[in-house]
């Protein structure tokens, strides 16, 4: 199987106006050791991968809006052929932005969403005001034209406001909505008696099941939750013909769960590497490798290819060609990225069968 990097996401400062209390790299204004990067090394990044592959890429953060350069990465990569993109927490977003925005070629927004709430967002974003400036965002994308997506992250904190922010994102007029579960790196590894218990994951994905079989407007996924796409191959054996007419509008994509180092990755604002957003452990270094070297050759990236070779449950399961199981998940749990997803449910019967012997 040939892997090609698709979608790569480019912290381009670990600077932020927000001190979220899931952040996958603890972003804060001041960020001593972890220095933004030039606008030279910048496009020298940007030539380099544009050597080997054009894939998406995502301008991210912190919130990347605190670069006064953010417009002239984004035009140089769509210059070099990119598809650009920006995620935000909308904060900073104004007519302004909004027209820099459309003028460096940036194809779609991200923006977080937490809440259906002021109370609720701003809790979970630990800043009054992150819900009215979230909002006031969409207003504007929506206004200037501008495609947008939301991404909820969810804890037990905030879990009972799902189907609630699902019916917002509609109403704002998000081209897509991703419902996030958290993995717990950066502050979100403080927050682990907050996650959304075992037992509760697969009433999750069986609810976002339900609402996406009679969704027609919005594209909708579960994100770091790669065991959505063993449920849908239950509910195909399940439901026959009935689930196959329904699936053909389904955000699978022909792909599978966790595409952590097989079509995504992140590179951070020190150069490093990731699988994705959420797995700190480096493939490589952009200041001492090509880009074309690390996707190719790191270990790492060979090893979570390498679906034989996971452990426990996941080495046996029957689906995981399609699921895969969260290895970040699995890292920040068990310290193992080859160890069996934490928080699936699922026992596979060669699992069972083993297990008796």
């Known amino acids: 199987m040939k892997f090609e990097p698709k979608w790569i996401a480019w912290e381009i400062t670990r600077r932020c106006n927000l001190r979220c209390v899931h952040c996958r790299s603890s972003s804060t204004m001041e960020v001593e050791g972890h220095p933004d990067f030039s606008f030279s090394e910048a496009t020298r990044l940007i030539d380099d991968i544009t050597s080997y592959a054009t894939p998406v890429v995502v301008l991210s953060g912190g919130e990347p809006l605190l670069r006064h350069d953010v417009f002239d990465i984004a035009t140089y990569g769509t210059s070099k052929g990119l598809r650009m993109c920006l995620a935000t ?20 927004v991200s923006l977080s969403l937490d809440g259906s709430t ?25 206004e200037n034209d501008i495609p947008f997506l939301i ?9 009972d406001e799902v189907p ?35 037992a509760m994951y697969d009433e999750l994905l069986e609810w976002h099941y339900e609402m996406e079989k009679n969704e027609d407007e919005l594209l909708v996924r579960p994100t770091c939750a790669p065991s959505y796409y063993r449920v849908l191959l239950q509910k195909k054996k399940e439901h026959g013909d009935e689930f196959e007419r329904r699936s053909l509008k389904f955000s699978t994509g022909g792909s599978k769960g966790c595409l952590a180092g097989q079509v995504i990755c992140l590179i951070d604002v020190d150069g490093n590497v990731l699988p994705c957003s959420y797995f700190p452990k480096a493939a490589g270094n952009v200041r001492e490798q090509s880009f074309k070297d690390i996707w190719e050759n790191s270990k790492l990236f ?24 969260c290895r970040a998940r699995a ?8 160890a069996e997803e934490p928080f699936c449910n699922y026992v596979p019967r060669n699992y069972i069968a083993k297990n008796k012997e």
């Open 89 to 108: 927490n909308g904060l900073l977003v104004n007519q302004e932005i909004c027209g820099k925005i459309k003028a460096s070629g940036i194809k779609m």
């Open 118 to 142: 002021a109370a609720v967002h701003d809790d979970f974003r630990n800043q009054p005001g992150a819900f009215d400036g979230m909002m006031n965002a969409a207003r504007l994308f929506k």
């Open 151 to 159: 991404n909820s992250s969810f804890t037990k904190r905030n879990k």
């Open 164 to 198: 609630k922010v699902y019916e917002l994102a509609k109403k704002l007029g998000a081209t897509a909505w991703y419902m996030f579960m958290i993995v717990p790196t950066g502050r979100g590894g403080d927050i682990m008696d907050e996650l959304v218990p075992q």
């Open 302 to 325: 060979h090893d979570m290819r390498d679906f034989k070779a996971y452990k426990g449950r996941c080495g046996e399961c029957e689906y995981v060609n399609v699921c895969g199981g």
């Open 331 to 338: 890292y920040a749990m068990t310290g193992d990225y080859m």
